[in-house]
T-cell receptor, first 115, second 114 residues
Framework: GQNIDQPTEMTATEGAIVQINCTYQ??????LFWYQQHAGEAPTFLSY????GLEEKGRFSSFLSRSKGYSYLLLKELQMKDSASYLC????????????????FGRGTQLTVWP | EAGVAQSPRYKIIEKRQSVAFWCNPI?????LYWYQQILGQGPKLLIQ????????DSQLPKDRFSAERLKGVDSTLKIQPAKLEDSAVYLC????????????FGPGTRLTVT
């Protein structure tokens, strides 16, 4: 099975840096994803890590340590529009054929950015 | 490029009634997914299609839920009969292949069962 844990809520101020952590325990692993979901909207893809290390994309960076079952999403120069839920998801990599590639999502971290 | 389309956006029904949701994926995307997202939780995969074939439906409550993708393009998800616990947002997503990195999500259908 899959167990994905992330904080329920976080708050930060505009211009600051925030780190959202995600820990996972999975029977198989084939990549970790971060999605952003604004209230009432669909999730949108932010980042993908399959190897250990840091992936940077503009103001957003994502880190992965497979040996520790740990990832974080780093958001720099926070803006009000970054207020959203951030979903950590793990792709199944060791399941039987039918579940290979399945994404397992965490509950999401609701980030509120204050002015 | 047009995104994933879903309809209706909102639906309110009474328990034991039936409901159907429709999804049109991004043109050319062979893989289509239906997710259920209960308030305060992350999306949970219900069923995955590759073209018009089912790849993974192990988490679909088959006694009441059914889905089809007859021509390998658009898809419908049906609930019959609905229960109170089916209240959720039903998200459709598509990708070019089940191994591809990014899934593109539609706006979802918010279902309320009273």
């Amino acid at each position: 099975g899959q167990n994905i844990d992330q904080p329920t809520e976080m708050t930060a101020t505009e211009g600051a840096i925030v780190q959202i952590n995600c820990t996972y325990q999975t029977s198989g692993f084939n990549g970790l994803f971060w999605y952003q979901q604004h209230a009432g909207e669909a999730p949108t893809f932010l980042s993908y890590n399959v190897l250990d290390g840091l992936e940077e994309k503009g103001r957003f960076s994502s880190f992965l340590s497979r040996s520790k079952g740990y990832s974080y999403l780093l958001l720099k120069e926070l803006q009000m529009k970054d207020s959203a839920s951030y979903l950590c998801a793990v792709r199944d990599g060791n399941g039987r054929g039918s579940t290979l590639g399945r994404l397992y999502f965490g509950r999401g971290t609701q980030l509120t950015v204050w002015p | 490029e047009a995104g994933v389309a879903q309809s209706p956006r909102y639906k309110i029904i009474e328990k034991r009634q039936s409901v159907a949701f429709w999804c049109n994926p991004i043109s050319g995307h062979a893989t289509l997914y239906w997710y259920q997202q209960i308030l305060g939780q992350g999306p949970k995969l219900l069923i995955q299609f590759q073209n018009n074939g089912v790849v993974d439906d192990s988490q679909l409550p088959k006694d009441r839920f059914s889905a089809e993708r007859l021509k390998g393009v658009d898809s419908t998800l049906k609930i019959q009969p609905a229960k109170l616990e089916d209240s959720a947002v039903y998200l459709c997503a598509s990708s070019t292949t089940f191994r591809w990195i990014e899934q593109y999500f539609g706006p979802g259908t918010r279902l309320t069962v009273t």
